[in-house]
């Protein structure tokens, strides 16, 4: 299963989770009707509704967000890692100690790495301290509520796969590496084009210590080839600068053997097997059907066919029944030209006015199941002309633009006829709102109607 997949059903989720549900009988009815795995039904119903509501193009924008967030996460690896070879090489550090440079290239990345092994002892700790400031970076440069319900979602649906810790490993390791990588590259250079003494400094330790230290940590990188220096070099380089050459270019590559094993491989293996766990741990990602909110989705996504009826020879003809829609006969068959309420006051008299003759009366839907068999009578009648009946008193939410939109889907030419839309003689703000909304939504203006004079198609002389 794509992870985008994953993530479109998980920010469709929160986001009703946080507004409230979509209107989205139109789409539940057409793929309850298919026959398809119930965790497809799911995603398309996700894909379908982000498209519809332009949710997916802000999950596609917050991406670009999550990728400049990245880009300037790598170009901050790159020049700490410079900074960190130059503050060490630089002009003013021709006689370099050798404990100061070993604590200061490698002394915060070992510590770093030591605290990510300690993770896999303490389970609260998925996200490292680097992961932290990826995750700041997006929060601060994600602007808009939808750019944060997706980075959340985004979030989520990464946590849900099991996969978190393995996400900013990736990301913590990767920056050490480019940052180790570019120290050790640019100490390189300054190694071959200009001239560095080294020795170490101590006064609580004794000589012996220090070489055995040398020994230690040089043992892997002379398996690679790196030069281990000897004890009486190591001795030698005691609180004084010797003047052989030669020592201190042993000295150097036992500093860049010292990089690119405990630095460089150290975390390049770290970084292909968190990478590795991230892949195998998104793949076998899933839909958990029994999570808040997807169970009941799969309730109303489950395969229904049409209902048919054939009586066999021995029942009364008079009970032969064709193509029987499902809950859709609690509202009157639907004309040509037809006329309902959505959302009106219980003191709102209904019809608001005298109907013209041929004119079906749909009646007031007031609550989501007439609404949503008003839906189904549409699409199983096209109509040619449909008249919505709203209350221009409450301010106009996302589910009374959704359903006049479905509405609209199923009509030739639809109309809306806004009621106390005046105030005094004048148009109300909120007349003048809903308006606007309806023309967002794609109504024509000279199909809004906030007069009953206007409806002289509709009412009878």
Known sequence: MRFRDLWTVETISNTEAEIGPFEDQQIVNSLRTERLPIKQKIIAR??????????????????????????????????????????????????????????????????????????????????????????????????????????????????????????????????WLLNLVTATILIMLLLATRSYSFNWETTILSSSSFADFVDFVGYVPSLLGFELPSKELIINSSNTISGFSEDHKKWSWWVLGQLTVWGILLRFIAFVFSSLMLKTKLKKADIDLESTGIATLV?????????????????????????????????????????????????????????????????????????????????DNHVDRLLVVLDSKPIPDRGIQYLVKSFSQYASDISVYLLNSYQEGLLTNRAQIWIQTLRDIGIKENNIHTDESDLGFWRAS
Do not use: C
């Not at 990826?134 to 939808?146: A, L, M, N, V």
């Not at 499902?326 to 005298?354: C, E, H, M, Y």
């Open 46 to 175: 996700a894909h379908k509704l982000a498209l519809r509501d332009s949710i997916a193009q802000s999950m596609d924008r917050w991406a670009l967000v999550a990728k400049l967030s990245t880009v300037l996460f790598v170009l901050f690896a790159i020049l700490s890692g410079a900074g960190l070879a130059y503050s060490n090489f630089g002009p003013s550090n021709s006689s370099i100690n050798l404990l100061n440079l070993y604590v200061t290239l490698l002394g915060v990345n070992l510590i770093a790495f030591t605290f990510w092994i300690l993770t896999f002892f303490f389970t609260k700790f998925k996200v490292t301290p680097l992961g932290r400031v990826w995750i700041w970076i997006s929060e601060k440069i994600s602007s808009t509520p939808s750019y944060v319900r997706s980075f959340h979602a985004f979030l989520t649906t990464i946590g849900k796969a099991g996969a978190t810790k393995w996400l900013f490993s990736t990301l913590s390791h990767g920056f």
């Open 299 to 379: 309730k109303r996504l489950q395969y229904k066919p049409i209902q048919t009826y054939r009586p066999s020879d021995t029942h009364n003809q008079k009970y032969d029944l064709e193509s029987i829609r499902v809950n859709s006969s609690a509202l009157p068959n639907l004309g040509k030209i037809t006329i309902a309420g959505v959302d009106l006051s219980s003191r709102q008299i209904w019809p608001p006015f005298k109907i013209k003759e041929g004119v079906v009366d749909a009646g007031h839907l007031n609550s989501r199941s007439m609404k949503n068999k008003f839906i189904s009578k549409l699409s």
